[in-house]
């Protein structure tokens, strides 16, 4: 697998384009506008009213930022109206909804997560069991009663020196925190976030990447000097696009692949077609013959077609980050063997997506449910554009 990341302005916006074998795979922007309360800050907060009917407390974080605490999360002490403590932004605002926080702190790093409230080990499951026994082991010195770690898949190919770094500076980093958390004032900020194009140099799959092509000199500026401090072994890989004649997004057809990933209507090489309809509460998929010419009630061909939609589902689901409950409502099979094989098939295809993708089951109906872990809202609304419009 050849990797390379792309990071360009366009239409006011900073985006992170990740290519994989030629193919644009991600696409995430970073609009400053909305991104004033980032995913993974840490803030003094105060609790301003506590909701017992739904277990939940309100927190404000800022001036008139009021933020969802679920009080049933683990190792959560009882609070009360008035207190103040350490807070971290575990949800971004979607829509009306405010963001949620947590005081389980956690600390990000290219190969590891320093994780508060929980005293395990945790491996990456695609990290083989040789491999996953090898950092466990190495992790355990690390650890105490009030953190623990996850090692990401990005550990795979690193040197257990390098993991056992990263964890000595979080744990420096997060008693750092608690250290001077006492003496700041309530709704001060401990620890910002970096802007999303800078997390994205951290959290892309490692494995393959040889290239992070920057068109813009202030932000090739900015991630240099990210590079050299956090990820000196990576800095090599940084090239400055200077092709005024040609911009990046010109180049591998971005303004293309965006204006694709808004459309309803997604067209496969079978004549086929997916319809993708994100709503509240979930999104929906639902596979149509469209210009297949075939017989009727041909469970072999509708089986083919299916496979081709399944393929290309789990690309639409990580191209426009969909996230939550998402159904599937592939053509409906009467072969058991073809339905198990389908599942199989499409549990691999999401299998490749770095963000925790799994097929939960099938109704009776056919319709196929899977959940994405929500990590970044989805594209469509990063866009603030109409559907079918860039």
Same mark, same amino acid.
């Given at each position: 697998? *050849?990797?390379?990341?792309?990071?360009?302005?366009?239409?006011?916006?900073?985006?992170?384009?990740?290519?994989?074998?030629?193919?644009?795979?991600?696409?995430?922007?970073?609009?400053?506008?909305?991104?004033?309360?980032?995913?993974?800050?840490?803030?003094?907060?105060?609790? *301003?009213?506590?909701?017992?009917?739904?277990?939940?407390?309100?927190?404000?974080?800022?001036?008139?930022?009021?933020?969802?605490?679920?009080?049933?999360?683990?190792?959560?002490?009882?609070?009360?109206?008035?207190?103040?403590?350490?807070?971290?932004?575990?949800?971004?605002?979607?829509?009306?909804?405010?963001?949620?926080?947590?005081?389980?702190?956690?600390?990000?790093?290219?190969?590891?997560?320093?994780?508060?409230?929980?005293?395990?080990?945790?491996?990456?499951?695609?990290?083989?069991?040789?491999?996953?026994?090898?950092?466990?082991?190495?992790?355990?010195?690390?650890?105490?009663?009030?953190?623990?770690?996850?090692?990401?898949?990005?550990?795979?190919?690193?040197?257990?020196?390098?993991?056992?770094?990263?964890?000595?500076?979080?744990?420096?980093?997060?008693?750092?925190?608690?250290?001077?958390?006492?003496?700041?004032?309530?709704?001060?900020?401990?620890?910002?976030?970096?802007?999303?194009?800078?997390?994205?140099?951290?959290?892309?799959?490692?494995?393959?990447?040889?290239?992070?092509?920057?068109?813009?000199?202030?932000?090739?500026?900015?991630?240099?000097?990210?590079?050299?401090?956090?990820?000196?072994?990576?800095?090599? *890989?940084?090239?400055?696009?200077?092709?005024?004649?040609?911009?990046?997004?010109?180049?591998?057809?971005?303004?293309?692949?965006?204006?694709?990933?808004?459309?309803?209507?997604?067209?496969? *090489?079978?004549?086929?077609?997916?319809?993708?309809?994100?709503?509240?509460?979930?999104?929906?998929?639902?596979?149509?013959?469209?210009?297949?010419?075939?017989?009727?009630?041909?469970?072999?061909?509708?089986?083919?077609?299916?496979?081709?939609?399944?393929?290309?589902?789990?690309?639409?689901?990580?191209?426009?980050?969909?996230?939550?409950?998402?159904?599937?409502?592939?053509?409906?099979?009467?072969?058991?063997?073809?339905?198990?094989?389908?599942?199989?098939?499409?549990?691999?295809?999401?299998?490749?997506?770095?963000?925790?993708?799994?097929?939960?089951?099938?109704?009776?109906?056919?319709?196929?449910?899977?959940?994405?872990?929500?990590?970044?809202?989805?594209?469509?609304?990063?866009?603030?554009?109409?559907?079918?419009?860039?």
């Amino acid at each position: 697998m *050849k990797r390379k990341l792309i990071i360009t302005s366009f239409d006011n916006k900073i985006l992170t384009t990740n290519i994989e074998n030629g193919e644009v795979v991600e696409i995430h922007v970073d609009d400053s506008e909305i991104s004033t309360y980032r995913l993974g800050s840490v803030y003094i907060g105060k609790v *301003k009213k506590i909701v017992p009917s739904i277990h939940a407390a309100f927190i404000e974080i800022g001036k008139g930022m009021e933020c969802y605490y679920d009080m049933n999360e683990r190792g959560g002490a009882p609070i009360r109206s008035g207190d103040e403590f350490m807070v971290q932004i575990s949800k971004e605002a979607v829509k009306t909804k405010q963001p949620a926080v947590t005081r389980n702190i956690s600390l990000t790093g290219k190969y590891c997560v320093l994780t508060a409230g929980d005293s395990r080990i945790g491996i990456s499951n695609k990290i083989c069991a040789e491999k996953s026994d090898e950092l466990k082991k190495a992790m355990q010195p690390y650890k105490t009663r009030e953190y623990g770690f996850i090692v990401r898949t990005n550990a795979k190919n690193c040197e257990v020196k390098e993991l056992i770094n990263e964890a000595v500076r979080l744990r420096k980093e997060y008693e750092h925190l608690t250290s001077i958390a006492g003496s700041r004032v309530c709704l001060s900020c401990l620890k910002e976030s970096p802007a999303p194009y800078i997390s994205d140099l951290r959290n892309i799959y490692q494995d393959g990447l040889d290239e992070i092509i920057v068109e813009d000199k202030y932000l090739y500026g900015q991630i240099k000097e990210y590079l050299e401090s956090e990820q000196p072994e990576d800095a090599k *890989k940084l090239r400055l696009y200077e092709d005024k004649l040609l911009p990046l997004h010109k180049l591998y057809s971005i303004e293309t692949k965006l204006s694709d990933a808004l459309r309803e209507k997604v067209w496969m *090489k079978s004549g086929a077609y997916l319809v993708i309809q994100p709503t509240e509460a979930l999104t929906v998929i639902d596979v149509n013959t469209g210009k297949y010419i075939g017989k009727k009630r041909d469970d072999a061909a509708y089986f083919k077609i299916n496979l081709e939609a399944a393929k290309e589902a789990a690309k639409q689901i990580r191209l426009r980050n969909l996230s939550g409950i998402i159904l599937v409502d592939f053509i409906n099979l009467d072969s058991k063997d073809n339905i198990n094989r389908l599942l199989e098939a499409f549990k691999g295809y999401l299998a490749s997506d770095p963000i925790q993708t799994l097929l939960i089951d099938i109704t009776k109906l056919q319709l196929v449910e899977v959940t994405r872990k929500k990590v970044r809202k989805p594209l469509h609304e990063m866009l603030h554009t109409k559907k079918g419009e860039c």
